[in-house]
């Protein structure tokens, strides 16, 4: 046991003043600290010789776990719902643009490489995220942090990071099936999806005010334990819905980026996350064999050339079409030009899950290495790469551009136009969110069925009634969400119904039309909302006549108590809108 700790110890201690050495002279000589941590475990891993310096590998990979995770969510509490909201669709844009192109790319790279399938799959992904970590650090040092182009960067990597935790699951699944079709892809972004809503909704409801509770007491240290407290906690139930730890970490730290004690959790947080995060990256490094990176020097430049230039065409087109100038839409893309963490959780996973070959990891350190050095001074010269660029570009596609770059940016609606289009999408989105709702409700009724805990919880051994028990009590809890969802589709239907009759036509058979119109889609709606309902809940779906012992009871309790789920239902929607709209943090 004493021997135990002391192997350890020392290679804790390795490992820190390695990376302790290593950052001093990154700092003299204004270099990433990212790029000097993997660097540090290069020099201290197996692979270089004479001997390793690292007695216990897997405490290291252990500890380097719990780096992912601070990792992750610190990456979470950056995450900002207004900032994303001015700059949503200019960062929509450019961020599909460029992890289609990239993984497109990656893909076939790897096929042209004559690479297994898994391989070119993994190696797209990897090449699809830009690094947070090296962008906001390579902005800051050039002092572009709260420039206009920055600000669009920042919404982009939010909307990345959205897209990783996506293909974090895909890759899973790909990964346990060695396939992945369309129903598949469906099935896994439904319950994905459905999951991130439940999660951010009951999260924002209930994590800041425990949280601003907790501060009342005034203790650094109990607000540090309990925010511990609910990362870990959120990770452990993560992992057992077999989704991946990083994406445990990220929800959280989003969700308590809501909070009104942000501020201070980073400054108690960011010295543990450096910590961790520095055993992360040097773990990163320990990895990488020069004998692969010589081995494989040939697809190593192609791989990095394609990161610069399709990371930099596709960020700067997708800027480009939503009205940017060209200097702003360069800034934007040579800003994205690289790869990281991620990138290295992603490999991290294809080796987990042995899926992958021993030569991708290194190869995407190596990619990384490149790009995160080139990242600082292709900022600094995305102006003079724009004139370069200009120079080849003719002059009448130049005009073009000025001409609908001016054109995007007179775009104005009107206030009424404005409002009803504000009303429109604000009603989508409540519509969209409590269906996400039902349909987590339902689902987790069906998985909690198929445990011992759902047999326990019911005490009835006939199987029809203990379905019917279940999906009953399903029904019941997602009563107000599917009264909700009726009362928007009703009056988005009223207004469509405005819109698409015309008032030229006899005014009774206008009133007419449109009266069948609002009456029409939502009974339609509903309709296809309980087949959808009926689909997922295959499982425990009860037999007809006791379904219709169940629509019986819930018809009576929409009739004796509709009003009670919709004050309650407006309750907590008012709750959720007070707690974003407290959050004045602007990201860092």
């Known amino acids: 046991m004493h021997t135990h700790i002391l192997l350890f110890i020392?290679?804790?201690?390795?490992i820190m003043l390695a990376a302790g050495l290593i950052t001093i002279l990154c700092h003299r000589f204004k270099q990433p600290v990212v790029f000097g941590y993997i660097i540090a475990g290069i020099i201290i891993g197996p692979h270089t010789p004479p001997v390793s310096l690292i007695s216990d590998e897997m405490t290291v990979r252990t500890l380097a776990e719990a780096g992912v995770i601070f990792l992750m969510f610190s990456l979470g509490l950056e995450f900002n719902l207004h900032k994303l909201g001015k700059v949503g669709v200019a960062a929509s844009v450019a961020?599909?643009?460029?992890?289609?192109?990239?993984?497109?790319?990656?893909?076939?790279?790897?096929?042209?490489?004559?690479?297994?399938?898994?391989?070119?799959?993994?190696?797209?992904?990897?090449?699809?995220?830009?690094?947070?970590?090296?962008?906001?650090?390579?902005?800051?040092?050039?002092?572009?942090?709260?420039?206009?182009?920055?600000?669009?960067?920042?919404?982009?990597?939010?909307?990345?990071?959205?897209f990783a935790i996506v293909i974090l699951a895909l890759l899973s699944n790909i990964a346990s099936t060695g396939s992945l079709s369309l129903k598949e892809i469906i099935t896994t972004l439904t319950r994905l999806s459905s999951f991130l809503v439940v999660a951010f909704v009951f999260g924002f409801l209930l994590v800041p005010r425990l949280l601003a509770y907790i501060a009342k007491f005034k203790s650094a240290e109990m607000l540090l334990i309990s925010v511990l407290g609910l990362c870990f906690g959120f990770c452990l139930l993560v992992v057992k819905l077999n989704y991946s730890v990083a994406l445990g970490a990220f929800v959280m730290g989003a969700i308590i980026a809501e909070s009104k004690q942000l501020k201070m959790i980073e400054n108690l947080i960011m010295p543990i996350r450096d910590m961790f995060s520095a055993i992360f990256f040097v773990s990163v490094g320990m990895l990488f064999d020069?004998?692969?990176?010589?081995?494989?020097?040939?697809?190593?430049?192609?791989?990095?050339?394609?990161?610069?230039?399709?990371?930099?065409?596709?960020?700067?087109?997708?800027?480009?079409?939503?009205?940017?100038?060209?200097?702003?839409?360069?800034r934007v893309g040579t800003g994205l030009a690289q790869i990281g963490e991620f990138s290295f959780i992603i490999a991290t996973l294809g080796i987990t899950l042995n899926v992958t070959s021993n030569f991708l990891y290194p190869i995407a350190v190596a990619v990384s290495a490149i790009t995160t050095l080139l990242t600082p001074y292709l900022i600094k010269h995305a102006d003079k790469l724009t004139r370069c660029v200009s120079i080849f570009v003719p002059k009448k596609l130049v005009t073009v551009f000025h001409l609908y770059t001016s054109w995007m940016?007179?775009?104005?609606?009107?206030?009424?136009q404005l409002n009803l289009t504000k009303s429109i999408n604000r009603s989508v989105r409540h519509i969209i969110i409590n269906l996400f709702i039902v349909?987590?409700?339902?689902?987790?009724?069906?998985?909690?069925?198929?445990?011992?805990?759902?047999?326990?919880?019911?005490?009835?051994?006939?199987?029809?009634?203990?379905?019917?028990?279940?999906?009953?009590?399903?029904?019941?809890?997602?009563?107000?969400?599917?009264?909700?969802?009726?009362?928007?589709?009703?009056?988005?239907?009223?207004i469509l119904a405005e819109l698409s009759v015309e008032n030229s036509i006899e005014n009774r058979l206008t009133l007419r039309i449109r009266r069948i119109i609002s009456e029409i889609i939502p009974v339609l709606a509903i309709v296809g909302i309980m087949f959808l309902i009926f689909t997922l809940s295959a499982s425990i779906l009860p037999p007809v006549e006791l379904l219709a012992v169940v629509f019986v009871i819930v018809t009576l309790l929409i009739i004796g108590l509709l009003p009670w789920f919709i004050r309650l239902h407006s309750k907590l929607q008012i709750s959720l809108a007070e707690t974003l709209n407290k959050n004045t943090v602007e990201p860092k």
Request: proline letters at 2%; one cysteine or more.
């Open 10 to 14: 020392q290679d804790l201690a390795v």
């Open 95 to 162: 961020a599909l643009a460029e992890i289609v192109l990239m993984i497109w790319l990656g893909y076939g790279i790897g096929r042209f490489f004559h690479w297994a399938t898994l391989d070119s799959i993994f190696l797209g992904a990897i090449l699809a995220i830009s690094s947070t970590t090296i962008i906001i650090k390579a902005l800051d040092e050039l002092g572009m942090k709260k420039e206009s182009f920055a600000q669009l960067i920042f919404g982009i990597l939010i909307l990345e990071d959205i």
């Open 290 to 330: 020069p004998k692969i990176v010589v081995h494989y020097f040939v697809p190593i430049v192609i791989i990095t050339f394609a990161v610069v230039v399709g990371k930099i065409l596709a960020c700067s087109v997708g800027a480009l079409l939503t009205g940017r100038d060209g200097n702003t839409a360069m």
């Open 409 to 416: 940016q007179s775009i104005h609606p009107r206030r009424s």
């Open 439 to 494: 349909i987590a409700i339902f689902l987790s009724s069906g998985y909690m069925a198929k445990t011992e805990f759902g047999k326990i919880a019911t005490q009835i051994t006939n199987a029809h009634i203990q379905k019917m028990i279940i999906w009953g009590g399903a029904l019941v809890l997602s009563l107000p969400s599917l009264i909700a969802v009726y009362r928007k589709i009703k009056g988005l239907s009223m």
